[in-house]
């Protein structure tokens, strides 16, 4: 590609306010100033289409730079808009970090609706949070509960949500609106289990592939992703007219040729209760990987064991714990199983 289809890319620094951040967006979403990476980026031009560059979290796999175009952000801030009864003039709130894509979306959002970007404490109709901050609104965190509380939607996604963090924010009064996407398709296009406006959707063995007017354009120093689906990482099917996530690809460990869900496990082991657990896969040369549970409180590993033998069988016996310590999560509060693993790793 010749240097006159190229656009300048510079960096969003930490020390820019929110206002700045949301004017440059603007900015670089008009074609008026240059591309915006929110994140670290080797990069110093990009495609002219290309409006931003989101670096993925890199929890899992290797880290890549997403490219997107200021028409499928617009797209899928007008998806969520529609779905969501929005109009100009409603306020979003930024609750997120602005070097993932469902806080960039936030300042999208406002950007589209005219309106400056609030926060937890403002009167905003809409914001967004992550699984772990609902369930800090719902044990003790008060002035966030009242904020969730006082929203006419609340988005929560970039990680799975328990049935039980969803029933909570139910009997809380709290109108959650689950949601499921990607850096790849602009963020969430998916919102409690229905298809955002031109979100397309198919299936290739279980596998969800998508594609719509918000997918981005490709990786930076790849090809671009063209006319096909996205390819993503996750199973599910459709039942009743819905998209149903039976779960990640990659979260699945095999020991001993048994498959064990990683998130299944955390899940069984965190209903009912405040403690936070995580469950890791170890490789092992006997078994080929292990399970290993953490906990942010104390374990008792005799019980641990019975609970999960009787609910999943005997494969599922965890053989390594961690007990009271901060569990590890990324910026977005997604687990962080690689810096689990490399925890793990130290322990003699």
């Known amino acids: 590609m010749d240097k006159s289809s190229?656009?300048?890319?510079?960096?969003?620094?930490?020390?820019?306010?929110?206002p700045q951040q949301r004017d440059?967006?603007?900015?670089a979403i008009e074609g008026d100033g240059p591309a915006l990476s929110f994140g670290e980026s080797t990069f110093t031009a990009v495609p002219e289409d290309c409006a931003i560059v989101v670096p993925t979290s890199g929890s899992s796999g290797t880290p890549k730079s997403v490219a997107l175009s200021?028409?499928?952000?617009?797209?899928?801030?007008?998806?969520?808009h529609k779905y969501l009864s929005a109009s100009a003039g409603d306020m979003w709130s930024l609750l997120l970090p602005t070097n993932h894509i469902a806080g960039i979306n936030v300042l999208v959002r406002s950007i589209q609706l005219g309106t400056v970007?609030?926060?937890?404490?403002?009167d905003a109709a809409f914001t967004a949070i992550v699984p772990t901050q609902l369930h800090r609104a719902l044990n003790g965190d008060t002035a966030l509960l009242e904020h969730l509380q006082n929203a006419q939607a609340v988005l929560v996604g970039g990680a799975a949500t328990s049935q039980e963090l969803i029933n909570g924010a139910g009997m809380a009064g709290i109108h959650l609106v689950t949601t499921y996407g990607m850096s790849e398709m602009s963020g969430g296009c998916i919102y409690n289990g229905e298809l955002l406006e031109g979100v397309r959707i198919a299936f290739d063995?279980?596998?969800?592939?998508?594609?719509?007017?918000?997918?981005?354009?490709?990786?930076?120093?790849?090809?671009?992703?063209?006319?096909?689906?996205f390819r993503t990482s996750d199973s599910g099917f459709m039942k009743d007219g819905k998209v149903i996530i039976t779960g990640r690809i990659d979260d699945q460990i095999i020991s001993g040729g048994e498959k064990i869900s990683l998130n299944a496990i955390t899940d069984?082991?965190?209903?009912?209760?405040?403690?936070?657990?995580?469950?890791?896969?170890?490789?092992?040369?006997?078994?080929?990987?292990?399970?290993?549970?953490?906990?942010?409180?104390?374990?008792?590993?005799?019980?641990?064991?019975?609970?999960?033998?009787?609910?999943?069988?005997?494969?599922?016996?965890?053989?390594?714990?961690?007990?009271?310590?901060?569990?590890?999560?990324?910026?977005?509060?997604?687990?962080?199983?690689?810096?689990?693993?490399?925890?793990?790793?130290?322990?003699?």
């Open 268 to 348: 069984f082991l965190q209903e009912g209760t405040v403690q936070r657990f995580m469950a890791v896969g170890l490789p092992d040369s006997e078994w080929g990987e292990v399970l290993a549970i953490a906990s942010d409180g104390v374990i008792d590993e005799t019980l641990l064991k019975e609970r999960l033998r009787s609910k999943f069988g005997a494969h599922t016996s965890p053989k390594r714990f961690l007990s009271n310590i901060e569990l590890p999560l990324t910026t977005i509060g997604k687990p962080d199983r690689r810096q689990l693993r490399e925890i793990f790793g130290r322990m003699p």
């Open 70 to 80: 200021a028409s499928a952000l617009m797209a899928s801030a007008s998806a969520s």
């Open 117 to 122: 970007v609030g926060d937890s404490a403002s």
């Open 205 to 229: 063995e279980e596998i969800i592939t998508l594609d719509g007017p918000m997918k981005a354009i490709g990786y930076l120093g790849e090809a671009p992703f063209g006319d096909t689906f």
């Open 6 to 18: 190229l656009r300048p890319l510079v960096s969003v620094r930490p020390e820019w306010s929110i």
């Open 24 to 27: 440059a967006l603007a900015a």
